[in-house]
């Protein structure tokens, strides 16, 4: 994720110059410098110092250790704080650096392919100046959005942080599906990725999905006789209870990562 960041950030008129990773695996550093130009430092520290803005790119289980190592040279500085690290609250992270201003992000995989989709939250301490930074650094992996409240970010992480899985997994069962009718495997599976890819595209409208989802719908067409066993089968009360265990799933993390040691940071 940090990556598609950063690759976004290039594309968008930053500098290599401007841009510093902390990264603790050689052979990392050594791709990010090939691939990106960036300066990537093992010394978290020396990475993050008098920066702008710091993002906190790392699994949920390392932040909150990596996060009060930094405080002392944090602290000296200015920076505003980016965390995209699942789950965890702004509480857990400003227990360990307590002057730092910190925003928290949720992005997806899309971010990869600058599609990506990002929820926002900042407590009213955070100034517009910080919140434009944080905007600007998210907008260049995709589109953005701000949440009212920081539990709310528990439901983006259910539907656009996971949602990318859903959509796969549709997909994956469409060329199954095609499979066990009759049609080979390798053209089943072309056939879904690209109705999987030309659905996303006719999604960036300005119409309303459930628009786009009547166009294609013929009364009494090949198209309702598939939606129809769709709803006698529970189709919308599974996704909703699939988003409901994912939201559950953001929280309990946040619970088991935000106030205890972590492992090392890898």
């Not at 390798?186 to 595209?201: D, I, M, N, S």
Request: aromatic share 4%.
């Amino acid at each position: 994720m940090a990556r598609a960041m950063i690759r976004g950030l290039l594309q968008r008129g930053f500098s290599a110059a401007q841009l510093r990773v902390g990264e603790p695996v050689a052979a990392q550093r050594d791709a990010l410098q090939r691939d990106l130009g960036v300066t990537a430092l093992a010394d978290n520290a020396a990475a993050v110092r008098d920066a702008d803005l710091v993002v906190l790119a790392v699994k949920p289980q390392y932040a909150v250790e990596l996060l009060a190592g930094l405080c002392p040279v944090l602290s000296q500085g200015h920076a505003l704080l980016l965390s995209i690290a699942a789950g965890l609250r702004i509480a857990d992270l400003a227990r360990c650096c307590p002057s730092l201003p910190i925003v928290r992000a949720m992005p997806n995989r899309a971010a990869l392919v600058g599609q990506g989709a990002a929820a926002l939250y900042a407590p009213a301490t955070v100034g517009d100046a910080q919140r434009a930074l944080a905007e600007q650094v998210c907008a260049a992996a995709g589109s953005l959005v701000w949440v009212r409240k920081e539990s709310d970010l528990d439901i983006v992480t259910a539907v656009s942080g996971s949602g990318p899985a859903y959509f796969f997994q549709l997909a994956e069962h469409l060329a199954a599906a095609a499979v066990a009718e009759g049609l080979d495997a390798v053209t089943a599976e072309r056939l879904a990725r690209q109705t999987l890819r030309g659905a996303g595209a006719l999604a960036g409208g300005d119409t309303s999905l459930a628009a786009e989802r009547e166009a294609v719908t013929s009364k009494g067409g090949t198209t309702a006789a598939a939606l129809a066993a769709f709803q006698a089968g529970g189709f919308g009360p599974l996704v909703a209870a699939a988003v409901a265990a994912a939201r559950r799933r953001s929280a309990e993390l946040a619970e088991q990562f935000g106030g205890g040691p972590a492992a090392p940071p890898r």
